[in-house]
């Protein structure tokens, strides 16, 4: 049976410091969910059993889920996982399926940058409003930055893997830029059911040669 470990590292990608920073993002993600799930517990828990609502937990898990959220999209970048349309490319290949899909990655690395520039422009303004249910709640004075502040590092982290997959792709080092996740899907499935053991299939499943045949008349 295959070892499966917790934050495998990407196939074909390149490691040292951004295969690091892969895995602390991952763990970071991981980490947000968990908690978003804590604090949406406690807050459920609290109006319908102690029947005294916080204030703060909303606002909370809404902020969380901003930065998991700015955080998993530099991660489905660097495994080429979001969804794409694919009608275009499919109808060329060799090199100019290669450079639409290079035009497509320069321009996702054109709207990160924007996005970036736009959302600093917002820092000041921001950084002097306070979130009013976690600064009330829990006596922490949350600026609405600190929410900004999550587009702005998932951008960059956005705009750094998917230069790193480009240059990767364009090296050769991987074979395709964008991956389709539902044939990843389907193709892991396949060898999962590929490596079980012929004696756990059970008798009278389809392709089993040893089930009896059925007349018409059962």
Known sequence: MEERRWMPSPEGLS???????DKVVSWMVAIGLALIAL??????????????????????????FVWVTMLAIPLGLRRGEHLTLDFV???????????IAIAVAALNVLMFAVLIVLTINLLPPADRQLLAGISGGLGIPAKVSWVYAAVIVGGALSVIFSIERS?????????VLFEDPD????EELEHELAAEPS???DPGEPGDASAPNRSKED
Do not use: D
């Not at 490691?15 to 920073?21: E, K, P, S, T, Y």
């Not at 604090?39 to 969380?64: C, D, G, H």
């Not at 044939?183 to 389907?186: A, D, R, V």
């Open 89 to 99: 490319t499919k109808r060329f290949s060799g090199t100019v399926a290669k450079s």
């Open 183 to 186: 044939q990843l899907l389907i």
């Open 199 to 201: 004696g756990r299939r």
């Open 39 to 64: 604090v949406i517990f406690i807050q459920v828990a609290a109006r319908y059993v102690l029947n005294s609502p916080t204030v703060w937990s909303e606002e909370l898990a809404i902020s969380i």
């Open 15 to 21: 490691g040292g410091i951004l295969g690091f920073v």
């Open 167 to 175: 240059v990767l792709f364009t090296m050769g080092r991987i074979t």
